[in-house]
């Protein structure tokens, strides 16, 4: 894997990302929460409700972000491991709670408009682009129309099309073959270190978006409806 992106020289613009050699792709393939979109503090607002409500359980944006990239599932489990304890509610009924309250808020998070720009630009170009995240389809769909993307993606790939979440490369696999497009000749966008890890596996560049991007608080991105 070839690092596709300079660091930043100066303080991290909001306004644009590197530009990729163009030449060298024939494909861009985004990551979704936290690379597109500024969904984290979202998801992390849903999660801690229903684990508050459901379970008596709070946790913090700490532990929350020092997994980033994780899939809820992996999380909750990590939570019994770490606490030595089950939920009160099975793991599997608060996931599908999250999911649901998910699915009804995801048009509400903040697009990064930087990231945007590269797709745009991207269509402009001719290349083609995918999504492909280790969100459920559902919540992921529901992101990309609420957004208002749908338009500037050939593909949308997540956990649900291969059944395995970053770091194996799968779901990056499966947006190179959904727009016909080799490995090598796909750059991915990602905000995770497991995401970058499993761009590695599947033989990509990948561009960190992370110094590039400002990233809001749970307080400053997400309202009172939560």
């Not at 929350?64 to 304890?85: I, K, S």
């Not at 699915?103 to 745009?120: L, Q, S």
Request: contains cysteine; glycine residues 6%; negative net charge.
């Amino acid at each position: 894997m070839r690092e596709a992106a300079h660091q930043p020289t100066s303080t991290p613009s909001v306004t644009s990302l590197p530009m990729p050699d163009w030449e060298r792709y024939d494909a861009l393939l985004f990551d979704w929460d936290g690379t597109l979109v500024d969904s984290q503090p979202l998801n992390y607002a849903v999660l801690a409700q229903v684990l508050r409500e459901w379970c008596q359980v709070d946790i913090t944006w700490r532990w929350y972000t020092a997994a980033r990239g994780t899939r809820t599932p992996e999380r909750l489990r990590q939570w019994e491991q770490d606490n030595d304890r089950t939920l009160a509610v099975p793991a599997d009924e608060v996931f599908a709670e999250v999911r649901a309250r998910l699915a009804d808020r995801a048009g509400d998070v903040r697009v990064f408009e930087p990231v945007r720009a590269i797709a745009i630009q991207a269509r402009a170009r001719g290349l083609r682009t995918a999504i492909a995240t280790g969100a459920e389809r559902e919540v992921a769909l529901a992101g990309v129309r609420g957004t208002g993307l749908s338009e500037l993606f050939d593909a949308v790939v997540t956990f649900d099309d291969v059944g395995l979440g970053k770091p194996d490369p799968g779901i990056f696999l499966a947006a190179a073959l959904a727009v016909s497009v080799a490995p090598q000749r796909c750059l991915v966008l990602e905000d995770s270190g497991i995401g970058i890890r499993a761009a590695a596996a599947a033989g990509m560049d990948v561009l960190d978006v992370r110094p590039y991007l400002p990233y809001s608080a749970p307080c400053q991105a997400v309202s009172s409806k939560v």
